[in-house]
Structures are given as structure tokens and as C-alpha cells.
């Protein structure tokens, strides 16, 4: 069974921190997925990496692909309250079906 | 494109009442996915078609959950009867040759 840790659970910080959270796995995925879900909403598809090593950046959110393609990296510079929500990574595995981590839940105060 | 649409937005039920999730996937998209998310188990793959053919029902819990593809364009998923530790929020989600999956709102679903 493919299964996605991730870490920390929950982060609470200032506006204007900087903050990673962290996606990782035994398994290789074909692909890695980061999404941003907000209260009564579903979740909304961030970026996908597909290459090992792989950096993307949107904006102030800088994504990694390990090179093993068993674990990423959310890194998100100068937060903002605007940043709050659930971040989820996903796993293109087996059958081609997404394996979830289970989120980490960011609060940023203002 | 209108995205994902799902309807109830809420269903507030009794124990052992039939509940049906309505979904409609985005126009040309081929494959859809059914998950439920809860607080303790996070989000959960139930079942997913592509191409309108069931491929992996694994995830289902048990014979009281069904799922049906009629047509590209609509989707429902049954619970019959429903019991109150169904009682999450149900997703739907879409994607185009397996790739990256776009969700539909969900379907707070409430069994008393």
C-alpha cells in the first residue's frame, strides 16, 4: 500500500514568515500533486511535478520533486492570511489513482 | 467551463433513509472520481470510472455504498441505508486521461 506523510499536521504563523511543508513516501510516484483546500470547498489543484528534481515556482510557492521521486516539498515565502487553508499532496501511484497525504492545516495571522 | 458540479450541497438525513450524491464532471473530461473526506481518515478514494466502466471500487466501505456512470456527463453515488458514521463530506472530482483531477465543491452529508 502507497501511503503519503506529511509534515507538520497543523502550523500557525505570523504574516510575513516563511514556512515548508514537507510530502514524503517509501514509494516512487510518477507524479506528485499539491493542492489547497479551504473551509466548504473542494481542493484546488496548486502544481503537478513529474521529473525528479523537478523545482516549479508560482509565485511566492516554490515546489520540489525529490530525486527519487518518493518525496516534496511545499515552500511558501512571506506568508499571507490569504495563504490559510489545507495543503494536500497527492501521489500518482498504482492504477493510476491519487494517493493523499493527510494535509497540513496553515493559519497565517495577520 | 462551469467546473465540477455537485448536488446536494448539503443532506441532512435519518438513520436508514436512502441518500443519492449527484455529480456532473466537466465537459470532455473522461475520467471522475468519488472520495470522502473526514477529519479522522482525511480524504479517501471510494471509486473512480473512466470512460463511464467502474475500474477500482476498493475503496467503497461496503455493500450499502453504490456508484453509477450512466452517461460522460453524470455520475451518482448511493448509500442505502445510510447509517450517522457515513456522515462526511463527499466529493467528486474529474480529470482528462487520468491526469491531474479537478474537484466539484462536495456534499455534506448528516445522518442523525
Known amino acids: 500500500t502507497q501511503l503519503l506523510e506529511q509534515s507538520p499536521q497543523f502550523l500557525s504563523i505570523q504574516e510575513g514568515e516563511n514556512l515548508t511543508v514537507y510530502c514524503n513516501s517509501s514509494?516512487?510516484?510518477?507524479?506528485l500533486q499539491w493542492y489547497r483546500q479551504e473551509p466548504g470547498e473542494g481542493p484546488v489543484l496548486l502544481v503537478t511535478?513529474?521529473?525528479?528534481?523537478e523545482v516549479k515556482k508560482l509565485k511566492r510557492l516554490t515546489f520540489q520533486f525529490g530525486d527519487a521521486r518518493k518525496d516534496s516539498s511545499l515552500h511558501i515565502t512571506a506568508a499571507q492570511p490569504g495563504d490559510t487553508g489545507l495543503y494536500l499532496c497527492?501521489?500518482?501511484?498504482?492504477?493510476?489513482?491519487?494517493?493523499f497525504g493527510a494535509g497540513t492545516i496553515l493559519r497565517v495571522k495577520s | 467551463d462551469a467546473g465540477v458540479i455537485q448536488s446536494p450541497r448539503h443532506e441532512v438525513t435519518e438513520m436508514g433513509q436512502e441518500v443519492t450524491l449527484r455529480c456532473k464532471p466537466i465537459?470532455?473530461?473522461?475520467?471522475l472520481f468519488w472520495y470522502r473526506q473526514t477529519m479522522m481518515r482525511g480524504l479517501e478514494l471510494l471509486i473512480y470510472?473512466?470512460?463511464?466502466?467502474?475500474?477500482?471500487d476498493s475503496g467503497m466501505p461496503e455493500d450499502r455504498f453504490s456508484a453509477k456512470m450512466p452517461n460522460a456527463s453524470f455520475s451518482t453515488l448511493k448509500i442505502q441505508p445510510s447509517e450517522p458514521r457515513d456522515s462526511a463530506v463527499y466529493f467528486c472530482?474529474?480529470?482528462?486521461?487520468?491526469?491531474?483531477?479537478?474537484f466539484g465543491p462536495g456534499t455534506r452529508l448528516t445522518v442523525t
Open positions: 472530482a474529474s480529470s482528462l486521461e487520468l491526469a491531474e483531477q479537478y
Open positions: 514509494s516512487v510516484f510518477s507524479s
Open positions: 511535478v513529474v521529473t525528479g528534481g
Open positions: 497527492a501521489g500518482a501511484g498504482n492504477g493510476n489513482k491519487l494517493v
Open positions: 465537459s470532455g473530461h473522461n475520467s
Open positions: 470510472f473512466n470512460n463511464n466502466v467502474p475500474i477500482d
